[in-house]
Structures are given as C-alpha cells and as structure tokens.
C-alpha cells in the first residue's frame, strides 16, 4: 500500500487498505485508488469530493 500527500489536497491511497469509520464499522471502498479527505470540508466522509478545490484552506 502507498498513501500520498496531495499538496492542499486529499491522501491518496493505493493498494488494499481498510477503511474504517470513528466506530470501528467497515467504510466500502468502491475503487482500487481512494482520496482520504483531510481538509474536513467534503460532502461525502471520509473521501475527498473535490470541495478542496472549490473551496480553499483559509477562505469561506
Ligand atoms: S481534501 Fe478534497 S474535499 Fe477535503
């Protein structure tokens, strides 16, 4: 498994990782490649939707 960094953007992980949610419960993943969220600002947790993009760190 590799996970990198996207600059201002989502961890992307490839290989076959687990995902799991706060309480421990299986997140299905859809594709072999997923973009974790770290910018806390997606609509659809834990993956990243893009909204970084719209929506840079620092402005509302
Ligand atoms: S990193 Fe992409 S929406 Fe958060």
Redesign the pocket.
């Known amino acids: 498994m590799t996970i990198t960094v996207c600059p201002d ?2 961890l992307l992980v490839r290989g076959p990782a687990v995902v799991l949610d706060a309480d421990g419960v299986d997140v299905p993943r859809e594709r072999r490649t997923i973009a974790l ?6 609509g659809s947790a834990p993956f ?5 993009k719209v929506r840079p760190a620092g402005r509302s």
């Open positions: 953007g989502p969220c770290r910018c806390g600002r997606t990243c939707d893009g909204t970084h």
